[in-house]
């Protein structure tokens, strides 16, 4: 099992930086899903050592889009630099560096203003020693923004993108969980329902008080319903109500395991 999701980590990895996932891909999480599956019966809703795995696996994903984006930002430095050396009396005016742009996103310069007018800054923003500003990485709250527009635009890619830039860059954000979930829903609408599975075990595991607990256990048995896995899509509803029983989901899969 172990020797799977080291295989996987390499593909996965490969599909979270090009945004796309091969019919390889969709075997290796078939594959893990089922294994999930297995152990799940076994041990009656208990699966540590593949819970472990998976969030090891998406510890080191996370590690990768890290280092991306320190890349494109190294990249957009460089670029800021050669243009201000390019253009020397910009810099003297007061012109503002232009941000990178964020997975893709075009970028938008700045309205230049003169140097000695007071510009408002985020907390992350800093400012070089000749007053222009420095490239930053976006906060959490425009980070979920960002990939909540482009869930809601069904550009499920470049939202898993957004999120999975939050998670990297503010792990212990108070967004952490909704990204995570709307992570998992993205797979989801995709019909995606094996990487869906995972994702949805990712909010469970990671995120105990958070508030999407509860959907996420229900959108599970969803997903383990759409692959035809009646027992463990049970058992999940199961959990739910032990746990949630006052939730709206409890109330909707009552009617499903009468």
């Known amino acids: 099992m172990k020797q799977s999701i080291r295989i996987f980590v390499g593909g996965l990895a490969v599909c979270t930086v090009t945004g796309c996932a091969s019919k390889t891909d969709l075997y290796m999480v078939q594959d893990d899903v089922r294994e999930l599956k297995q152990q799940t019966q076994q041990s009656g809703g208990e ?29 957009a430095a460089r670029e800021n630099a050669a243009r201000q050396a390019a253009f020397p009396d910009s810099a003297a005016i007061g012109v503002e560096t232009v941000p990178f742009p964020v997975d893709g996103a075009a970028a938008v310069p700045e309205t230049a203003l003169p140097s000695n007018t007071a510009v408002a800054m985020s907390d992350s923003a800093a400012v070089t020693p000749d007053g222009a500003s420095a490239v930053t990485t976006p906060d959490d709250t425009a980070l979920f923004d960002a990939g909540l527009q482009s869930f809601q635009r069904y550009d499920y890619p470049s939202a898993r993108k957004e999120f999975a830039a939050l998670l990297s860059a503010y792990p212990q954000s108070a967004l952490a969980d909704d990204a995570q979930y709307y992570t998992a829903e993205t797979y989801y609408n995709e019909k995606w329902y094996e990487k869906a599975i995972l994702e949805y075990q990712l909010v469970i595991e990671k995120y105990p008080e958070g508030d999407k607990r509860p959907a996420a256990y229900f959108k599970q048995g969803l997903s383990f319903e759409n692959i035809g896995d009646s027992t463990n899509a049970r058992v999940r509803y199961k959990e739910l109500r032990q746990l949630y029983p006052e939730s709206n989901e409890a109330s909707i899969v009552g009617q499903k395991l009468q």
């Open 47 to 75: 699966s540590a050592e593949v819970y472990a795995e998976v969030q090891k696996l998406r510890d080191e994903i996370a590690s990768l889009q890290g280092t991306i984006e320190e890349m494109r930002y190294n990249m």
